[in-house]
């Protein structure tokens, strides 16, 4: 690990890296990279280097873990163990379980999952290069996999931390404000600014976590416009990603009838898409191999 740097924040008020306290580092996003995903996206965002891939949504196996009237959003993230300074010991950890859980939920309230029951929605974000805010800059590219694979949402989930170093905010952590800072907080927001992940490090003052906030929540949104701006250069600017108030009213809608088609006794028996016969033999024997070794799917 490198030494603690004397200062943060030099007298002109820039970074170490040369940014303003509320610049984000540079992003670059390339869409559908994998050919075998459904949908998938490389993200550059300053040193870090991520891939996320989305698959489904698909029958989800083993059948008790169906939710009967929505898809499951299944979550991984990994950290390569080439990544980072010291290697990391490959597989699950506490940490990894801990963001892929919130990181799955972080996208709960965007995407339409009412839509798919007994289904899951598997993604994949394998973080290659590691410099803080690796969380944020896997949910940004796990986004731009899910619209790259067509799954219906009310919008994209965009991700970005603050934090602070020399008793000032500062946006987007580098690795060296990330581990000698006072506080760090990254947080995930959908396009209307509904804060759908939060976790915080470090202490702040009532006054410094709302203007962090407010801090972040301009980042969400600068972050916002470069997920847009890619999906409008890979697929046309035809404005199709922005829902307008009659689209999320129409879904809204839809959701309620299948709410109300699930609550009618006379659609008990319907057990939607999960016949036997549209297993793959592939993926039932995966499955089956899976219930064998006890082993969790939640990863
Ligand atoms: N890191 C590391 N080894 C680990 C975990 C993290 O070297 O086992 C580094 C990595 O560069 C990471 C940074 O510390 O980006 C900050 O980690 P944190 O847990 O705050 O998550 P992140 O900010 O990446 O979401």
Known sequence: MSDKPDKFIDDNGLRLDGRRVDEIRPMKIDIGVLSRADGSCYLEWGKNKVLAAVYG??????????????????????????????????????????????????????????????????????????????????????????????????????????????????????????????????????????????????????????????????GCMEILEIQKKALYTKFGDDSSFDLTEEDLSDIQADEQLIDEDADNPANEDDEGIDEPEDIDPDEKKINEEEELDGESDEQ
């Open 57 to 218: 949504p698909r029958t989800l196996h083993p059948r008790r873990k169906q939710i009967p009237d929505a898809a499951l959003i299944r979550y991984r993230y990994n950290m390569a163990s080439f990544s980072v300074e010291d290697r990391i010991r490959p597989g699950p950890s506490r940490r990894s379980v801990e963001i892929s859980k919130v990181s799955a939920e972080a996208f709960e309230p965007v995407v339409l999952t009412k839509f798919y029951p007994n289904t899951v929605i598997d993604i994949f974000t394998e973080i290659i290069q590691a410099d803080a805010g690796t969380r944020t800059a896997a949910i940004n590219a796990a986004s731009i996999a899910l619209a790259d694979a067509g799954i219906p949402m009310k919008g994209l989930v965009s991700a970005c931390a603050v934090g602070k170093v020399d008793g000032q905010l500062v946006l987007d952590l580098n690795k060296d404000e990330d581990n000698f800072g006072a506080a760090d907080l990254p947080v995930a927001m959908t396009q209307d600014g509904e804060i759908t992940l939060i976790q915080m490090d470090g202490n702040l003052t009532q006054e410094e976590f709302k203007e962090a906030i407010e801090m972040v929540r301009a």
